[in-house]
């Protein structure tokens, strides 16, 4: 193989376990590109696939859902059978496992860091369920925790605060590459706590008891230096009191994909301003909201009440690396506020 076809290759593999370790729509995939590389090339090319994707140790060990996966292959086995007349064994065979598998309720979506460790997330099958949103990872969560690897020293040796952590991608993915002193991650609904004490547990992190006032615990990070002091808590945006979020004293506070509704900008838009009038003799922290467009009004209401509130802010400029597999026509965004 050609050195040119050989990064091309290597290219799409890493696109198909991205994208499949994601568990991403199998729309997203690069399937055009695959059937071109399979009229010259044999069999080995979907080998690798299947070893990259359905026989990934992280798959192994933290599957995705079943009907993802036997989706996923029988489109596998149609283009390798568009391109070649032998039928490949290992494809049908990976098939017939998953078709006596049982669905759980519950799913996993992996995501590869930089540093060759992983975020795996398991998740709620369907996208909105119980009442809540904070059961899936939103894009905007993804785009901002791309942002904070690529920039670690906003968050290394400080304490973050995250408002709507939801399953906990961004935060897991800066508590195991950015370094932070301690984490705080929050959500309102049960269930999404639940799930995300969890997600920390699956990840390796160390979690301390529900706390309210991480900073009246000097005494953190004893048990591993490498390791944040990861709590979680239950935030209630509208009835959270001045005192509660005084006592987290957040070097930085960040939020990804919270502005999907008018009543949302306001309860978040008020929390932010008791965040910044508690500060006291403390620097007044760093924020940064991301956020997908998908309503331009409900992105200029967060940014007028940001100006009724008395804070200014600025837009972050895009960041060059894109380590996550999002969808690419999402426009999204991140606001640097100044509480």
């Known amino acids: 193989m050609a050195p040119e076809e050989s990064v091309e290759a290597s290219r799409l593999l890493q696109s198909f376990e991205r994208r499949f370790l994601a568990a991403r729509a199998l729309r997203s995939f690069p399937w055009q590109s695959l059937e071109e590389k399979l009229r010259d090339s044999g069999p080995e090319l979907l080998l690798d696939i299947l070893q990259k994707t359905v026989k ?26 568009a391109a070649h007349e032998e039928p490949l064994d290992e494809l049908y065979e990976a098939l017939a496992e998953i078709l006596t598998a049982e669905e759980p309720t519950q799913c996993h979506r992996s995501y590869l860091l930089p540093s060759g460790d992983s975020v795996t997330l ?3 099958s369907a996208i909105i369920s119980h009442g809540t949103t904070g059961l899936v990872t939103w894009n905007a969560a993804l785009y901002l925790a791309e942002w904070a690897i690529e920039n670690p020293a906003a968050f290394t040796h400080r304490t973050v605060l995250e408002l709507g952590s939801g399953a906990g991608l961004t935060g897991l ?22 799930q995300l004490r969890g997600n920390i547990l699956l990840n390796g992190l160390l979690l301390e008891s529900d706390a309210t006032a991480p900073a009246q615990h000097p005494g953190h990070n004893t048990h591993n230096t490498e390791s944040p002091r990861v709590t979680v808590a239950q935030l209630d945006w509208d009835i959270v009191t001045a005192p509660q979020l ?61 100006g009724k509130a008395g804070i200014s802010w600025e837009a972050v400029p895009r960041h060059n690396q894109k ?4 969808e690419e026509h999402s426009e999204m965004e991140i606001l640097k506020l100044m509480l």
């Open 122 to 124: 398991s998740e709620s």
């Open 246 to 306: 005084a006592a987290f004293q957040p070097d930085v506070i960040i939020a990804a994909d919270v502005l999907y509704c008018p009543e949302t900008v306001l309860s978040l838009v008020r929390v932010l301003q008791t965040l910044s009038a508690c500060q006291k003799d403390r620097q007044a922290p760093d924020a940064y909201i991301a956020f997908t467009i998908r309503n331009p009004e409900t992105c200029r209401l967060f940014t007028t009440e940001l």
């Open 173 to 194: 993915a800066i508590c195991k590459m950015c370094h932070p002193r301690a984490y705080v991650f929050s959500d309102c609904h049960g269930l999404v706590l639940e």
């Open 323 to 326: 380590l996550f597999p999002y």
């Open 56 to 81: 990934h140790p992280l798959c192994v060990k933290h599957p995705p859902s079943v009907k993802y996966t036997r989706c996923f292959l029988s489109e596998l086995i149609r283009k390798h059978e």
